[in-house]
């Protein structure tokens, strides 16, 4: 349970996003969606298209096993998807399918 703390910001990002779609929250806490989301597009498109930084990524080594990113990512598309954010969910399944792309790229 060590690699818990390797996804610690993932499940923040989880749980601020149900925060916002299932309660009642702050318009700031929607801002953090948008700029975090964006971030993480644009993180993953230099990865796709980025040699060198998929090696820096790479030698990150993390025991995290694969299939919890995956559940995550899932559960972001669905809470998303429920609260009608359909552009950031759609941000979130391009995440998704880069990071599993890149996933399968380096195995």
């Known amino acids: 349970m060590q690699w818990i ?3 610690i910001v993932d499940l923040i990002t989880t749980l601020v996003i149900a925060l916002v ?3 009642e929250s702050t318009p700031a806490l929607t801002y953090v969606i ?3 989301t964006g971030l993480m597009v644009l993180a993953r498109t ?3 298209f980025s040699g060198n ?3 820096i990524t790479k030698k990150q080594v993390s025991e995290v096993p694969v299939w919890i990113y995956h ?3 899932l559960l972001n598309v669905l809470f998303l998807g429920v609260g009608a ?3 950031t969910a759609a941000g979130w399944v391009y995440i998704w399918g880069v990071a599993a792309y890149v996933h399968k790229q380096q195995s």
Do not use: H, S
């Open 34 to 36: 948008f700029i975090y």
């Open 53 to 55: 930084f998929r090696a």
């Open 46 to 48: 230099f990865t796709l």
């Open 5 to 7: 703390k390797n996804i």
């Open 85 to 87: 954010f359909y552009i």
């Open 21 to 23: 779609v299932f309660f």
């Open 71 to 73: 559940l995550l990512y």
